[in-house]
């Protein structure tokens, strides 16, 4: 057991890679004449851009995650695995409730400029989920929380919707987080209650794939009606994805301990090839390669590089102990809900201050040199945060 609940250094480091990309790319969203390969493809282009591949990765390690949480868990004698997992679930859907909420804020309708609402919701959010220490008093806890939810509770009574038809608060999509949360709400369910059992992991993972292939190919038109608000969160393309780790992870866990983890990259790299190639097949006929639309072959070609991926950081950090490379952004692998919020409080501030960049870092070159700034120094405040004990928890 005590090989099970060590932590994995090559998660932390795929997280944390994964987390500055996901925040460069966001940055990087909307700065013209950079190279559109890094972008987000069009919702209708069959294109696959390196933004495409972030979200795909970060749902792969919340399923690379899973068996080593669960175990650690269980090996403390926390017996309320499954209302952890529930919980946690409710909070990334929550939040996410309240950041796809934020793209409909109408600003003359209201009390608050954007900017302040943005700023006002995501400051709520550090009080409700900051990691309180042990030595933190239930007082002080109880008002900083307190505090944190009225300031939420106030948000919403402000909020007014740019849709006449759901003038206040209302379901547009899930959000990032929301997604997220059903994903680790399925996928940690099934690996709980299915004991681990590798049989089932792999079951679990072809389910939600072809899942996926069948919604695309009009076989589930008859759940169109319920495809916002169903369980699945959509068409099964993100449990797809969270599976896969999940039964990486266990694999990993299998062959380590029984001394053949050279069959584990003998099996990373062939499962990648077979993903590859049904991938390019699907993609003729469903659509194309499309992360706007969660197409098949998006799923399917993703999974692939994270595969890679990840095989490449088990051999650089598991086995050649070359963590220490990673070390400059290891805050956004072992804080990385406080590194995904910190952008929601700088842009809303930096927006009211009414500054501008200077030109030749709005665009081009020195547009890209900014974003890659600008990763670096939210991956800097995270872990000087983490420094002085503040850092978010669900």
Partial sequence: MSNLINRIRSIDAF???????????????????????????????DALGLADTIFPAFLFIVGLSIPYAFAKRLHNSEAHVPSRIITRSLALIFIGFFHANSETYNETATLLPKPVWDS????????????????????????????????????CIV???????????????WGILGLIGWSYLVCGLIYYYSNGYLWIQAA?????????????????????????????AGNGAMQAFTMAGVFVSVLYMRLSKNNEIKMLWAAMIMMAIILFNLGFIVRYFSGGISKARDTPSWVLICTG????????????????????????????????????????LFYPIYQMTDLGYPEYLDQGTGGLIRCLIFS???????????????????
């Fill in 204 to 232: 679990a993972w072809l389910f939600f794939m072809f899942f996926n292939i069948d919604f695309h190919f009009g076989m589930l038109d008859f759940l169109s009606g319920l495809q916002k608000y169903m369980w699945i």
């Fill in 120 to 155: 006002l919701a995501t400051f709520s959010f550090f009080f409700i989920f900051l990691d309180y220490q042990k030595n933190t008093s239930k007082l002080r806890r109880y008002i900083f929380q307190g505090f944190g939810w009225a300031l939420l509770i106030a948000m």
């Fill in 159 to 173: 909020y007014r919707s740019t849709d006449p038809a759901h003038p206040w608060l209302h379901l547009t999509w």
């Fill in 15 to 45: 997280r944390a890679v994964t987390m500055f990309l996901m925040i460069f790319v966001n940055d990087l969203d909307g700065v013209p004449n950079t190279p559109e390969w890094l972008k987000h493809a069009a919702i209708s282009d």
């Fill in 376 to 394: 670096f120094v939210i991956v800097w405040l995270t872990g000087l945060l983490q420094k002085i004990n503040v850092r978010l928890k669900i």
């Fill in 305 to 344: 590089i994270s595969l890679v991926v990840y095989a490449i950081f088990i051999y650089i950090v598991d086995f050649r102990h070359k963590y220490h490379w990673f070390k400059i952004i290891e805050p956004a692998g072992t804080s990385t809900f406080t590194a995904y919020l910190l952008p929601y």
